[in-house]
């Protein structure tokens, strides 16, 4: 199968300032992930490996790892960009290379996954026919509700306790898979079917906040996890 592993990184983050060049075991948090894609190379033959980002540190980063990169305007490297629009993007200056059947997106915020995640992902999406996509999902226990008229309405009974939720789920961030056929046609990929992959074998962190930080480093240095597996 040929593949495309798009990274994404761009300089800005609100909440954490320059995140994604932040150190990590005396690395930056995007070469994790540019390192991880290496060693997915040599289990798939047809893989390229693109960063695409607005930063000059990143690309520099990138570039020293000898990996393509493609360097993102300002108009879609803001807060609000969706990733939709990152990936197509990338999908325009890549018409060359372009008879890839599988996107694989590695957000460098999320380094913790597994090689075997996404050999596994894509067979599981190449024999899927119904589903186009493919996410990588964390369970959660939480207590959730909303807010109505400033009136709290929990989503669950009163009677329902947290551990005794089963059928929660939120995305990890670690690993998302696309079918690349029809990928830049909106309107048909709004409505594609996505699979819900979820692994009990590996703790994973998302890095939203300072304290998803402290976490992986928790993780790292005191339960002695590896960043690739």
Same mark, same amino acid.
């Given at each position: 199968?040929?593949?495309?592993?798009?990274?994404?990184?761009?300089?800005?983050?609100?909440?954490?300032?320059?995140?994604?060049?932040?150190?990590?075991?005396?690395?930056?948090?995007?070469?994790?992930?540019?390192?991880?894609?290496?060693?997915?190379? =040599?289990?798939?033959?047809?893989?390229?490996?693109?960063?695409?980002?607005?930063?000059?540190?990143?690309?520099?980063?990138?570039?020293?790892?000898?990996?393509?990169?493609?360097?993102?305007?300002?108009?879609?490297?803001?807060?609000?960009?969706?990733?939709?629009?990152?990936?197509?993007?990338?999908?325009?200056?890549?018409?060359?290379?372009?008879?890839?059947?599988?996107?694989?997106?590695?957000?460098?915020?999320?380094?913790?996954?597994?090689?075997?995640?996404?050999? =596994?992902?894509?067979?599981?999406?190449?024999?899927?026919?119904?589903?186009?996509?493919?996410?990588?999902?964390?369970?959660?226990?939480?207590?959730?509700?909303?807010?109505?008229?400033?009136?709290?309405?929990?989503?669950?009974?009163?009677?329902?306790?947290?551990?005794?939720?089963?059928?929660?789920?939120?995305? !990890?961030?670690?690993?998302?898979?696309?079918?690349?056929?029809? $990928?830049?046609?909106?309107?048909?990929?709004?409505?594609? !079917?996505?699979?819900?992959?979820?692994?009990?074998?590996?703790?994973?962190?998302?890095?939203?906040?300072?304290?998803? $930080?402290?976490?992986?480093?928790?993780?790292?240095?005191?339960?002695?996890?590896?960043?690739?597996?």
């Amino acid at each position: 199968m040929s593949v495309l592993i798009l990274i994404p990184a761009r300089a800005g983050s609100k909440r954490v300032k320059n995140k994604n060049i932040r150190l990590i075991n005396n690395k930056p948090l995007i070469y994790w992930s540019i390192i991880f894609a290496k060693k997915l190379k =040599k289990k798939i033959a047809n893989l390229k490996i693109v960063v695409t980002s607005d930063c000059p540190k990143i690309l520099k980063i990138s570039k020293s790892l000898n990996e393509m990169v493609i360097e993102r305007p300002a108009n879609i490297a803001r807060n609000k960009t969706s990733m939709y629009s990152v990936i197509n993007q990338a999908l325009k200056k890549l018409d060359k290379f372009n008879n890839f059947k599988f996107i694989v997106l590695l957000q460098p915020t999320s380094p913790m996954r597994k090689i075997s995640w996404v050999l =596994k992902g894509l067979n599981l999406l190449k024999k899927e026919s119904k589903f186009e996509n493919l996410i990588h999902l964390s369970k959660t226990n939480k207590y959730i509700g909303r807010l109505k008229k400033n009136k709290w309405v929990p989503e669950f009974p009163p009677n329902k306790r947290s551990q005794d939720i089963n059928n929660q789920f939120e995305p !990890s961030g670690c690993l998302f898979i696309y079918k690349r056929k029809n $990928f830049e046609n909106k309107k048909k990929f709004n409505k594609r !079917s996505t699979f819900g992959y979820v692994t009990n074998d590996l703790k994973t962190v998302n890095i939203d906040y300072e304290e998803d $930080f402290i976490l992986l480093n928790y993780y790292l240095n005191i339960k002695k996890f590896k960043i690739i597996n």
